[in-house]
């Protein structure tokens, strides 16, 4: 009976040791791909990409991304290139709540998608 009452106990600790949280670091919006974290921050006139993988930053200083952005029937299409721990592109975008993000990401040659949706 000892060990039908400890099976619980076990396994939600288990859960929590092997979970991991998806808080954002910088204001943006976190989505989860194949055990990486890509955060995406949006501003008006800049669109940032941080990546992380179990909370250590990724080096993105060879990678690539190109973000489209879905505003209604609007597309804008944005290249992203490395900028210190982060991917980067400056201009003028159309960042409304509701908007929709898809980020191809290029990280040492694998290329993998996030799709984002703004608050």
Do not use: W
Not at 2 to 30: E, I, N, Q, S
């Amino acid at each position: 009976m000892a060990a039908g009452l400890a099976l619980p106990v076990v396994g939600r600790l288990c859960l929590a040791a092997g979970a991991h949280d998806h808080k954002p670091l910088y204001g943006g919006v976190v989505v989860e791909v194949k055990d990486v974290d890509y955060e995406r921050v949006a501003r008006s006139t800049a669109t940032e990409l941080y990546l992380r993988d179990h909370y250590k930053p990724t080096d993105v200083s060879k990678a690539s991304a190109k973000i489209t952005l879905l505003t209604g029937s609007e597309r804008q299409e944005v290249m992203l290139k490395p900028a210190g721990d982060k991917l980067e592109a400056t201009g003028s975008f159309n960042v409304a709540p509701g908007t929709k993000a898809v980020a191809v990401v290029t990280v040492a040659g694998k290329p993998a998608t996030a799709r984002f949706t703004l608050k």
